[in-house]
């Protein structure tokens, strides 16, 4: 068991510093906007912030802050869900590589959610000038509030529209681990074990009511 919670919490943390890493660096060197090719026509860094949902949607119906503060809310719960199922996986000494996946997906959702909880505190807004970059300032006196912040995406691919980050392409490898490599194991341990405990406790009621109609 002790190996698992290494192997998850050594993918959280390279996965967690890495994406901060980039985005910290994009943020504060690149201005609105700028590309710089990596793979000539292929593959680019180009700076733009997601203020909403991923790839860059929103929420209609609610203003920008309104459904940003939903968002994030949605975020953090579902992070805590991943997080509790993760631990669960871990005592039920499940495939690494199922740990490994699950990890990516937990890292790839918190490290977007760190955006949104303070790069809005702690920097100011990224200029669309070709000389201005954002600065760092004083917690509290950045470009939104808490929970408000915009989520830095920088990825470009020639053949995929939406700009992304490596948060964005950790949850997509771990759900593709799954989908790939681990669909039997995982609706194993979810939904034939969720339908075991919705049979479980049948038996236990129906053991129940029996035993009062003895009685």
Do not use: C
């Not at 050594?10 to 660096?25: E, R, S």
């Not at 943020?27 to 609105?32: C, E």
């Not at 990596?38 to 459904?67: K, R, T």
């Not at 949850?171 to 039997?184: A, C, E, N, P």
């Amino acid at each position: 068991m002790r190996n698992r919670y290494i192997i998850a919490f050594t993918t959280i943390f390279l996965t967690l510093f890495f994406d901060q890493w980039i985005k910290v660096y994009i943020k504060l060197n690149f201005y609105y906007g700028e590309t710089v090719p990596l793979i000539e026509n292929w593959f680019d860094l180009h700076f733009v912030e997601n203020p909403g949902m991923a790839f860059g949607w929103e929420i209609p119906f609610l203003g920008p802050d309104g459904a940003k503060v939903l968002l994030s809310l949605f975020r953090i719960v579902a992070v805590g869900v991943i997080m509790y199922y993760l631990f669960g996986l871990i005592k039920r000494k499940v495939s690494k590589s199922l740990i490994i996946s699950i990890s990516l997906i937990f890292s790839g959702a918190f490290g977007n959610i760190i955006d949104s909880l303070f790069y809005g505190l702690i920097f100011s807004k990224s200029p669309h000038h070709l000389s201005m970059v954002a600065e760092q300032v004083a917690f509290g006196d950045g470009y939104a509030s808490f929970l408000t912040g915009k989520v830095v995406d920088m990825f470009s691919l020639s053949f995929f529209p939406p700009i992304f980050n490596l948060a964005d392409v950790a949850i997509s490898v771990g759900v593709g681990m799954i989908i790939l490599f681990q669909r039997d194991v995982f609706q194993t341990e979810f939904f034939n074990k969720k339908k075991k405990d919705v049979q479980d406790l049948t038996e236990i009621n129906n053991s129940d009511e029996s035993q009062e109609f003895s009685g």
